[in-house]
């Protein structure tokens, strides 16, 4: 019998026949499309005929077509649904698929080829398109080691395989630690909680086989629960929790795992000829250098917690005149923080929430896009891989365009956090396939379903991820879509979520939950001028996980990776009351793999672009500005990968920026 993931989806828009797929079917799967990358890349490296972009880099782009199907649907269901099964496939995957890779990095034969065209770049007659794919290609084989011989090329192919298998074990231990712990709510407890917490609360309560409400480490269940209880004793149950994510000792703890990866890292460089892995992992980036990205961070981080600090003594005020003693702790502070919003902005988010149903904000996801590129969504009635997921055909002109795929509420088979994946990606070689892509967020269930602002956001951010994917226009798949320097594949994301704050998406978008009526223009006024509330504290909390990664990936790796946090935070003068964003063991960016390491900052980087790129259309004729969109479009949106991204930058808006911006859309002011 065939299995249903290596056949040929005869399903709609081909996408993957999850209805048909068994957990048993990843592993035999996996073993069959790995001998058959293998065959077709001995067939590559040992072509008896002269290199050519054709039989070599094309012949590259092409195989491996089996495999990206086994692991579209496997990394897929692996972090959105996970089970006992798919974790352990995921520890026994891991280290197969690195030493797959591995070997094809270290083959002498195709590198020669490879190495060949690129010494002969001159001469190939190439498109700019396809010098770029040879540029890279060749690029990534001499940053996989494929210049390395002996001992050298042993050693880094152990590397490459630990590291597989710590970064797996980091995202397993984190999820583990983030499904096991609740904390049970009597009546009680959910004295000030407004209803839409109270009834997520219950919601978790029920996920988890509780009879009565409970608080979970999902982000948008806990974080609403530190804004609004007055129980001081369990924000502090609760944050202490949150914070021990991955630090909690025994099998999930995830310290000594963050201290072996940074080893295994600094050694990896330095066997590939760098200083340090931070100089390794910015080569490739808009960056550049460690320099850059520290000059960068600091000039936003002296402003932020010059802010932070004055936020934190008036909060401070706050908490004395209720009768608490002592500092602000961490778990005060979104308390006090709500309190002062709704003082200073008369904006109540449990007011607020009603008018943020998920549906009207993808709803208004969708209008900006049409509006923007001429995008049309339609449902569609299709297998998924679980019930929570919908899906929708995207059509241009009465074209295919795109399917999209949203995943968006919080389980405990779902891995923390929120992220954009395509199940295949744009190209047209070596035939023309449209993307399928998928958002995963963590949104907390509800009839009908509420979101906070920052949920909403959140929504947005997301899906301009998955409007890159969706309007890639390029040839070959390995620069297609979100293909493009780590720092830089955060700008249309970034920059989606200005329309979000545009006040005629929320004027019609941002309707009651159950009378239907607009949000008041009164609260919509309060909503955006409230738009920067808070920022000294949502900067600094960021600011600082950064600035900790850059120092850990900097020189050589500490041996102990939590006392090394405590001495870059004393030394920035880490407010008391503020912690790090993601503390290190549950920094999942940048241990769960190699995506974000040294690279946390790129949030930031990407900022810089999105604050000026969104400027660029208030300067023309508006959030919807017809030129201003083509040119997104078509400078950035649709062409991936294709050229360095200051290129693609400089095309859309016609220079680089500068920190100003940036600094201007937070509300901060350099000191």
Known sequence: MTNPILSDWTTRFQIAPFDAISDDDFAPALKTALAAHNAEIAAIADNPGPASFANTIEALEGAGQALDKVLSVF???????????????????????????????ANKALFQRVADLWARKGDLELTQEQERVLMLTHRDFVRSGAALSGADEDRLKEIKSRLATLGTDFTQNLLADERDWHMELAEDDLEGLPGFAVDAARAAGSEKGQKGPVV??????????????????????????????GANGGETDNRDIAAEILSLRQERAALLGYDSFADYKLETEMAGTPAAVRDLLMAVWE??????????????????????????????WRYYAEKRRHAEHDLDEAALKPYLQLDRMIEAAFSCATRLFGLQFKSLDIPLYHADCRAWEVTRDGKHVAVFIGDYFARGSKRSGAW?????AQAKYPADQTPIVINVCNFAKGDPALLSYDDARTLFHEFGHALHQMLSDVTYESIS??????????????????????????????????TGEPMPSAMLAKVLKAANFDMGFQTVEYVASALVDLAFHEGAAPADPMAFQAQVLGELGMPHAITMRHATPHFAHVFSGDGYSSGYYSYMWSEVMDADAFASFEEADGAFDVERAKSLEQNILSAGGSKDAEQLYTAFRGRLPGVEALLQGRGLVAK
């Open 420 to 424: 954009c994946s395509a199940m295949r």
């Open 303 to 332: 402003p932020a917690k010059a802010q932070a600090d004055a936020d934190a003594q008036y909060l401070t005020d706050m908490m004395q005149r209720d009768g608490v003693n002592g500092p602000l702790e961490p778990w005060d």
């Open 481 to 514: 879509g979100t293909s493009v320097a780590r720092d830089f594949v955060e700008l249309p994301s970034q920059l989606y979520e200005h329309w979000l704050d545009v006040p005629e998406v929320l004027g019609e978008f941002a309707t009651h939950a159950e």
């Open 75 to 105: 990394f897929s269901v692996a972090g959105a649904d996970s089970n006992p099964a798919r974790e352990g496939l995921q520890r026994e995957f891991s280290p197969l698929l690195a030493a797959h890779f591995s070997e094809i990095s």
């Open 216 to 245: 979970t480490l999902s982000r948008s269940i806990i974080v609403p629960f530190l804004q609004f209880s007055p129980r001081r004793d369990l924000r502090e149950r609760a944050y202490v929790a949150w914070g021990a994510r």
